[in-house]
T-cell receptor
């Protein structure tokens, strides 16, 4: 299995631009998670889906952030407009449903390093 | 303020030494997980504990979940340079619908 695939691996953009991050979960996994990691705030859960349905989006920082999962093999995280404080590493993770987050093994992708100038 | 506070934040030790990393909260967790993250990569799960007082061993690593399910510890015996990385605890609340990562402990094991 190829594991969780994220693209792009690096993104540099200017303030105000739209940014779209992409994720392909491991085939057969029921849960998909989006995280953001910074030195200041650590690893934060932004949103997670179960069977393509958003379950908890309370970690999404503001309306500029949106996430979709149109099918079981693809998800996007969009930031519009982007701001310098959005600079971070964004991780996608997936898991096979057993007991839910905190019980299942989450498999993380390599991350997308976003820099907003 | 993090829901899960880890200590110490940074730890630099010599190969062969023992160490303990702590993960504390005022909240009761349904389960606790420990992950290790290496530079440029995503975290990798080490262990999951779900019962208060539970102890799990993974080679030289020993994990304990507190009796009250509010805290956990990770003990490494005879640390090796390969143990270097960022150690993260993570916990689930409210019947596993809420999930949080701790603040992290950065470990450096010098040869």
């Amino acid at each position: 299995d190829a594991g969780v695939i994220q693209s792009p691996r690096h993104e540099v953009t200017e303030m105000g631009q739209e940014v779209t991050l992409r994720c392909k979960p491991i085939s057969g996994h029921d849960y998909l998670f989006w995280y953001r990691q910074t030195m200041m705030r650590g690893l934060e859960l932004l949103i997670y889906f179960n069977n393509n349905v958003p379950i908890d989006d309370s970690g999404m920082p503001e309306d500029r952030f949106s996430a979709k999962m149109p099918n079981a093999s693809f998800s996007t995280l969009k930031i519009q407009p982007s701001e310098p404080r959005d600079s971070a590493v964004y991780f996608c993770a997936s898991s096979f449903q057993a007991g839910g987050p905190g019980v299942d093994t989450q498999y993380f992708g390599p991350g997308t390093r976003l820099t907003v100038l | 303020t993090q829901l899960l506070e880890q200590s110490p934040q940074f730890l630099s030790i010599q190969e062969g030494e023992n160490l303990t990393v702590y993960c504390n909260s005022s909240s009761v967790f349904s389960s606790l997980q420990w992950y290790r993250q290496e530079p440029g990569e995503g975290p990798v799960l080490l262990v999951t504990v779900v019962t208060g007082g539970e102890v799990k061993k993974l080679k030289r690593l020993t994990f304990q979940f507190g009796d009250a399910r509010k805290d956990s510890s990770l003990h490494i015996t005879a640390a090796q340079p390969g143990d270097t990385g960022l150690y993260l605890c993570a916990g689930a609340l409210y019947n596993f619908n809420k999930f949080y990562f701790g603040s992290g402990t950065k470990l450096n094991v010098k040869p």
